[in-house]
T-cell receptor, first 114, second 112 residues
Framework: DTGVSQNPRHKITKRGQNVTFRCDPI?????LYWYRQTLGQGPEFLTYFQNEAQLEKSRLLSDRFSAERPKGSFSTLEIQRTEQGDSAMYLCASSPESQNTEAFFGQGTRLTVV | AQSVTQPDIHITVSEGASLELRCNYS??????LFWYVQSPGQGLQLLLK??????LVQGIKGFEAEFKRSQSSFNLRKPSVHWSDAAEYFCAERDNFNKFYFGSGTKLNVKP
């Protein structure tokens, strides 16, 4: 069991640049979630996929954010024209479709926009 | 909308003392409830979960939690805290699509 893997673990970028994060879920999990966690807060839901279909997007996900899961396996989260307010930990989680289960979280990608 | 409240932002306990972290949820007659722990710079590790059945659930690392429907609470407890328990603890509720709603967390400090 390799768990949920996120890359990179840390990213420092200049304001206005684009960044892309990758998440590799647990292989048999068909649901994949992205969360954002700012300092002193709990994670907040951004979006989720069932297989390759993006089923829901939070209003937190502005038009500068886009997420894909092209083959229903790994997912990418891209932020265009980064702003300092985008600095946060971006967490990915995956789960099977079953009701009686939890989500399994990756270690996160810490983004710092300078 | 679902929401989870953790009223205590910081808690400090002495090593060996008992611990109780409070959590209140807002949604659902039969909620799916979780406690996660997060060490600095790390992801979330599941401590325990409640779906139904026995209202006292046991988790890893000696933690337990009790679901009380009448109080809409799911408090986390540990009889004797170890220095390695210092971390941030998040209570969460899940909807039918496995979306999680987290509280704002409680930071636990452990005094030697």
């Amino acid at each position: 069991d390799t768990g949920v893997s996120q890359n990179p673990r840390h990213k420092i970028t200049k304001r206005g640049q684009n960044v892309t994060f990758r998440c590799d879920p647990i292989s048999e999990h068909n649901r994949l979630y992205w969360y954002r966690q700012t300092l002193g807060q709990g994670p907040e839901f951004l979006t989720y996929f069932q297989n390759e279909a993006q089923l829901e997007k939070s209003r937190l996900l502005s038009d500068r954010f886009s997420a894909e899961r092209p083959k229903g396996s790994f997912s990418t989260l891209e932020i265009q024209r980064t702003e300092q307010g985008d600095s946060a930990m971006y967490l990915c989680a995956s789960s099977p479709e079953s009701q009686n289960t939890e989500a399994f979280f990756g270690q996160g990608t810490r983004l710092t926009v300078v | 909308a679902q929401s989870v409240t953790q009223p205590d932002i910081h808690i400090t306990v002495s090593e060996g003392a008992s611990l109780e972290l409070r959590c209140n949820y807002s949604y659902g007659a039969t909620p799916y409830l979780f406690w996660y722990v997060q060490s600095p710079g790390q992801g979330l590790q599941l401590l325990l979960k409640y779906f139904s059945g026995d209202t006292l659930v046991q988790g890893i690392k000696g933690f337990e939690a009790e679901f009380k429907r009448s109080q809409s609470s799911f408090n986390l407890r540990k009889p004797s805290v170890h220095w390695s328990d210092a971390a941030e603890y998040f209570c969460a509720e899940r909807d039918n699509f496995n979306k999680f709603y987290f509280g704002s967390g409680t930071k636990l400090n452990v005094k030697p």
